[in-house]
């Protein structure tokens, strides 16, 4: 599994935190990465001791772990909505005078355009995170799949927004990542993002982009986890 650092023990602090909010019947939202990782394994747990939910992945990988910890799952189109969705962050703006307060980089792993989905859909977001994941404001690179054919007319039209965009590259395969959906992922330099809501809008206008990792608006709340505890931002 992809990891950005951080420590393991907050990291578990935190997904362990967020899976105590799941009630009995919940439609849950199961996010993708080593932090939400936590979560899913907590929910598996409590559906050990008689929590009856059912369960969203929101990648292959999240699939996977539900199914080997016993959440039983169910899709977007087979249900009526989505009452909590549990997600990691790439980078969390934390800055409560600014207003990116809240707004994240998500997609890391590659899977942001199935979180941004099941994400935007839920009732409730809350973001898992360690203390690494929080800036004052967005500085890394920006992930945006795009179809295939799309990706150097797309990283063009990237470089006309002030943006350096590099084709991720696969670490065990010759080439590139390639999406659970069958995508390319550029990942874009901007340097520091004064306007991610405005940058999100013009991202999201470009034709062959898929979707993009910056989530503006759309989180809840965030739970740190640190040494001895949790930190809930609410926003
Ligand atoms: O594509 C991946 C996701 O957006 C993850 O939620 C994000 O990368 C955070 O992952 P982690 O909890 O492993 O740092």
């Known amino acids: 599994m992809k990891t950005d650092g951080g420590s393991d023990a907050a990291k578990r602090r935190a997904g362990e ?4 909010e799941i009630e009995n019947g919940f439609v849950v939202g199961l996010g993708t990465g080593s932090t939400t990782a936590h979560a899913i394994r907590a929910i598996g747990r409590a559906i050990d001791d008689g929590l009856d939910i059912r369960g969203i992945p929101t990648s ?3 699939r996977q772990l539900a199914l080997a910890v016993g959440i039983p799952l169910t899709s977007l189109d087979t249900v009526d909505g989505i009452d909590l969705a549990i997600d990691g962050a790439d980078r969390v703006v934390d800055a409560p005078d600014a207003t990116a307060h809240g707004a994240l980089i998500k997609g890391g792993g590659a899977a942001h355009a ?6 935007t859909a839920a009732d409730r ?3 898992v995170a360690d203390p690494s994941k929080l800036t004052d404001r967005l500085e890394r690179s920006v992930p945006v799949e795009v179809l295939p054919d799309a990706h ?3 990283a063009d039209r990237l470089a006309e927004l002030g943006g350096e965009a590099t084709l991720r590259a696969a670490e065990q395969k010759d080439g590139p990542v390639v999406t659970d959906n069958g995508n390319l ?7 520091p993002i004064d306007d991610p809501d405005g940058l999100a809008t013009r991202l999201s206008g470009l034709p062959g982009v898929v979707e993009h990792g910056l989530f503006v608006g759309v989180a809840d709340a965030t739970y740190v986890g640190t040494d001895d505890g949790v930190d ?3 926003y």
Do not use: N
């Open 125 to 127: 977001f809350v973001v």
């Open 185 to 191: 992922v550029l990942d874009c330099e901007f340097g």
């Open 152 to 154: 150097t007319v797309v």
């Open 17 to 20: 935190r967020a899976a105590e």
């Open 60 to 62: 292959f990988q999240a």
């Open 232 to 234: 809930v931002r609410r």
């Open 114 to 119: 199935r979180e941004k989905l099941v994400d």
